[in-house]
């Protein structure tokens, strides 16, 4: 039977991918530096507005943060070779299908509130393509909304997964899908902060939507109040995967240059339980503070979203131009 897990045993098991996933990080730390080898990485420019200029953050697990000075962007740099990353995805993936294998109400819940934001913004349900759709999770309540289901996932065993559910699945990338469909709406759940190229990402995803078509991105925020707070001590910052931080004004200016407008854009999960342990000198995610309505007496949770101060952004870019 399927229960809900209290967000301190998710945060457990999240802990447990995590440590598993630095022992899969170790393999390319070099020991004098403990920072990446320089043979896996390459430096870059800032991903949003091309800048050079930009300064060091901090050190999480072997990456290293910076903030463009120009735009205000945070992102690894240096970055892995995709190469190598593709290796690190393969190798690390048993750990990351277990996260996904958790289709519970709190994933549910924001699946069908990003839904919800969507569907408000297109003129009637039609075909949704899901990148990176895992064992189909979102699909499944896509589908159950009436909505025709096709996926992008590169793990075989998930694809085949998803199938089994009557979703359309291809196993290929953005770039090499050569699909004869348009689709109404392209989602992105915590998917596109894995994504270094984001503006190329963006123009590959044209060619799949229909005029006035949407794409919905689900990403946790540099602009949350849990990041600016936690820093490095924050699970959004994990040195490898998490390669691009954006906030509002960095995707306003991402969907400019692309041809999209950015058209609504909410947060979600305030992390006020994580904040409350990190303000009691307890470790933020294991900690046992009970309050996890109000941080300091002053601020909740509708207010924290109000000014998007939330983990992650839900948003929506509508296509302007081919
Ligand atoms: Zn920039």
Known sequence: MERNLTTRELHVTRKKMWDASMANHAKYINSETQLFDTKYTTDRNCPVCNSSNKRDLFTKSGGVYVACNSCDMVFLSPVFKDEYLEEYYRTNHDVQSEIVEQDNEFYRNLYEKGLTLATKHLPAKGKVLDVGCSAGAFLDIAMRNDWKTYGLELNAKEAIHS???GHTVFENTIHKANLSETFDLVTLWDVFEHISDGISFLNSTKKLLR???LVFIQSPTKDSLAAKMLQEKCNMFDGL????LYGLDSMKKLAEVTGFELIAYETVISEIG??????NYEDPYLGNV????GLLGVIDENWLHANHLGYKFQLCLRLVSK
């Open 163 to 165: 199938r089994k559910k």
């Open 211 to 213: 005029d006035g078509g």
């Open 241 to 244: 995967e998490h390669v691009n």
């Open 274 to 279: 994580v904040m409350n342990n990190h303000l």
């Open 290 to 293: 009970k309050e996890k309505k």
